[in-house]
């Protein structure tokens, strides 16, 4: 089992900056990608940012040059800094921890965090 936490969201002016947390704990050992997804009302989740065990990245085109994703292994922490925020950023944000489970793939998610960018 793995449990993920996440925290720093909020309220923010457009063109401000947040910086989101997730804490992870559990059976970690097993997790080859973590990332962060987004959904705003009435819209799927959509994949923002993801890390691989390597170190790749990968975002989303809509944040590329804004958002930063990082982790801290000896923290077990993972990390989105957000700049630059649009009002189009306003959507909960949940912390994903991915892992192979034999043919197929499975997913750990978080609480969500509201992140909430006012015009």
């Known amino acids: 089992q793995v449990q993920l936490v996440e925290s720093g969201g909020g309220l923010v002016q457009a063109g401000g900056s947040l910086r989101l947390s997730c804490a992870a704990s559990?059976?970690?050992?097993?997790?080859?990608?973590m990332g962060w997804y987004r959904q705003a009302p009435g819209k799927q989740r959509e994949s923002v940012a993801s890390?691989?065990?390597?170190?790749?990245?990968v975002y989303m085109d809509s944040v590329k040059g804004r958002f930063t994703i990082s982790r801290d292994n000896g923290k077990n922490t993972l990390y989105l800094q957000m700049n630059s925020l649009k009002p189009e950023d306003t959507a909960v944000y949940y912390c994903n921890a991915g892992m192979p489970r034999g043919p197929t793939w499975f997913d750990y998610w978080g609480q969500g965090t509201q992140v909430t960018v006012s015009s």
């Open positions: 559990g059976s970690l050992f097993s997790i080859t990608r």
């Open positions: 890390i691989a065990t390597g170190g790749n990245t």
